[in-house]
């Protein structure tokens, strides 16, 4: 039986409270610290669900809760530039459709679910150190204030370089190098808790796509020019960017864009450029198209244009945890969004981690969690790199694309992109000491 009886969590999006709530479930009091002074609310774009991540909230009780925020997507339904419809991938047999939603509408979900299980939220903790002993970890915040707990588990930015002593029996590592500007608050790709952990730990990749998004209110449809989706998203392969779309019959809806670029630039760096600015470009970008996408980037307001930077992933990750301390979400697997898949797995890290904890001893809780996570999450992270290649093609692999995927869809085993979706947690199966066999990196330090 596990002796964790406490845990301090460090980030508030979405990994943080689904993993307190699993914690919770599991008889584990945790507490999550939220760098900012207040909520999230009204901040990011759209994300989905897949039926992997609907399985996640289910095993901890929070069945029900997407389904009524998002929209049912049965089908995604690929076009290129001029509107021709290449390939239509439908939900999996057997599987609930994703969901497509507005992040702020998960993020006040799942608040309202941790204040209603009891689960103490507190905001305005920059965590700036971490220290551990024998008996437990410590955190500390810019405010001066400190937390202790049995384990910690960081998903976030740790904004200022701190002492860490992350194993009793090792000298503390040298202080990592001052992070790189922010690409958005609470951003676990860019996790400084990361490189406590591990001060050679990898830094995020550019995958070439700068992204773009917006939401749509009620507005006029020309279906001559760009037509409305259904329970379909769309996606299409343009001459020079690549464009995905949900349009509903009163014109709602939403658009996002990966523009390719040979250099990134950070969220703020994109943020700080007028976004009409942006917005002339993306029309002109689209312009081109036979299928109309810059009617749908004219309506957008300016005000209104999501302006995410970089688009990046980290392929591997060396080390996910050392002594009391252990990363979750985008800080131990950051996928692209590419793959679709970015908020379920870091739901289903949380739920596994808190299984782990429930049944066996920290150390090997966090490393049988490693073992059942690590190849499932970096094979996900491989095939939306691959997407990522379909996106940015150049004007001789984009004829070859549009004349080679009709063909391989017809002849793909359909096992081969629904199997991440598959994926499903026995929240009352024990984890056995033995699912620590499974080999993992070796760790510095």
């Given at each position: ?17 689904v993993?307190?709530?699993?914690l ?14 207040t ?16 399985d ?19 089908s995604?339904?690929m ?37 209603s ?32 707990a049995?384990?910690?588990?960081g ?8 002492r860490?002593k ?15 500007p ?26 070439g ?12 449809v ?44 950070t ?27 810059d009617?749908?980037i ?28 252990v ?8 996928t ?32 049988g ?35 080679m ?24 199966a ?16």
């Open positions: 039986m596990s002796i964790t009886r406490s845990a301090i969590v460090i980030g508030g999006g979405i990994a943080g409270p993993a307190a709530l699993a919770g479930q599991a008889g584990i009091e945790a507490t999550v610290y939220e760098a900012y002074d909520t999230a609310d009204g901040v990011g774009g759209t994300l989905s669900i897949a039926p992997n991540g609907l996640a909230l289910a095993a901890v009780g929070l069945a029900g809760v997407v389904e009524e925020l998002g929209s049912p997507i049965t995604m339904v076009r290129n530039g001029k509107g021709r419809r290449l390939a239509t991938l439908g939900s999996p047999a057997g599987l609930p459709a994703q969901r497509l939603l507005w992040r702020p509408d998960l993020y006040r979900a799942l608040r309202d679910a941790t204040a299980r009891g689960v103490r939220v507190e905001y305005g903790r920059r965590l700036t150190a971490v220290d551990q002993d024998a008996d437990g970890v410590t955190a500390v915040f810019a405010d001066g204030t400190t937390a202790r049995d384990v910690l588990l998903a976030v930015r740790l904004r200022s370089p701190g860490c992350l194993d009793p029996a090792a000298p503390a590592p040298p202080p990592p190098p001052p992070p790189p922010a690409r958005g608050g609470g951003d676990g790709i860019r996790s400084r808790v990361r490189s406590l952990l591990d001060p050679a730990a990898p830094a995020p990749r550019y995958v796509l700068l992204g773009f998004g917006a939401r749509l209110g009620p507005g006029p020309d279906a001559s020019r760009i037509g409305t989706t259904g329970s379909e998203m769309h996606f299409v392969f343009g001459r020079r960017a690549f464009f995905g779309y949900v349009l509903d019959e009163d014109g709602s809806g939403g658009w996002f864009a990966n523009l390719p670029r040979a250099a990134s630039t969220a703020a760096e994109t943020r700080a450029t007028d976004p009409a600015g942006w917005l002339k470009l993306l029309r002109e970008t689209f312009a081109g198209d036979g299928l109309r996408m009617d749908l004219a309506r957008t307001d300016p005000a209104d244009l999501i302006s995410v930077g970089g688009m990046e992933d980290l392929p591997t990750v060396p080390v996910w945890h050392r002594g009391r301390a990363l979750i979400g985008d800080a131990a697997h950051a692209s969004p590419s793959s679709g898949q970015g908020a379920s797995l870091a739901l289903e890290s949380a739920v596994e981690l808190a299984r782990c904890l429930r049944d066996l001893p920290h150390q090997e809780a966090f490393a969690y490693e073992s059942l996570r690590r190849a499932r999450v970096e094979k996900i992270i491989k095939m939306g790199e691959r997407t990522n290649s379909d996106k940015a093609a150049g004007p001789v692999a984009r004829v070859l694309r549009d004349l995927m009709p063909v391989a869809m017809r002849l793909m085993n359909p096992e081969s992109f629904s199997w991440p979706m598959r994926h499903h947690i026995d929240w009352d024990p984890v056995a000491g033995a699912a620590v066999s499974v080999q993992a990196p070796a760790r510095a330090g």
